[in-house]
């Protein structure tokens, strides 16, 4: 039986922790950015985790 691939789009999306939390990079940064408050712009800088039920499949798929 042959190997199973990952998906590669998905692996350069996503970092998996040591203890199997899957963590993403903030959406909405990209432009725009002016109208946003300081806060905002700080919680996006760092890395936001997947909701458990979308950690699963993601981890599946990256297998």
Do not use: C, W
Request: hydrophobic letters at 25%.
């Amino acid at each position: 039986m042959p190997k199973i691939k990952s998906r590669k789009s998905l692996v350069k999306k996503v970092r998996v922790t040591k203890s199997k939390k899957v963590m993403m990079r903030a959406t909405k940064q990209n432009h725009y950015n002016s109208k946003q408050t300081g806060d905002e712009k700080r919680r996006k800088r760092n890395d936001q985790r997947l909701f458990k039920t979308d950690e699963k499949n993601v981890l599946r798929a990256i297998q």
